[in-house]
């Protein structure tokens, strides 16, 4: 399996996964030009991306192919997309959901009240039309010195 990053050619197969899970597809593409996919063979098999905001991060998208599910890959590229956000200078990390609530908790993201989240998120396609009012906002603070 390889992690890398996105290429303009994955959006498509990325929506289908994502479509696929029953996850928000605005503004998905867009978001992927910060992204990773991970390959298996020529099938991409999962996908997170990040959307940056001056310090702030927002992480969407993430998905993993039904047959991938409950091997690590999620968590390897949460792990992975967190890299590359301490990379980029981001050292709060935030995520909107509304199925993965039991999920990220064991990543180390936190629930917090919606009024708790920088304008510049609030006002992202994720918050303002992507997911629903009440999916729940999640966040994580990043060590930009070490990996976590």
């Avoid at 399996?1 to 990325?14: G, K, Q, S, W």
């Amino acid at each position: 399996m390889i992690i890398e990053p996105a290429r303009p050619a994955d959006v498509r197969p990325v929506e289908a996964l994502l479509a696929e899970a029953g996850l928000p597809l605005d503004g998905a593409a867009a978001a992927f030009d910060r992204g990773l996919v991970a390959r298996r063979g020529t099938a991409i098999v999962g996908a997170v991306a990040l959307e940056v905001f001056e310090c702030d991060g927002l992480l969407r998208s993430l998905v993993v192919a039904p047959g991938r599910r409950g091997s690590g890959l999620g968590r390897e590229l949460v792990a992975r997309i967190e890299d590359l956000a301490r990379a980029a200078g981001i050292s709060e990390l935030y995520l909107i959901t509304e199925t993965a609530m039991g999920y990220f908790p064991h990543l180390g993201y936190q629930p917090v009240p919606r009024e708790m989240v920088p304008e510049s998120i609030a006002g992202s396609v994720e918050f303002t039309t992507a997911c629903s009012s009440s999916a729940v906002v999640m966040h994580r603070s990043l060590d930009l010195r070490t990996k976590a």
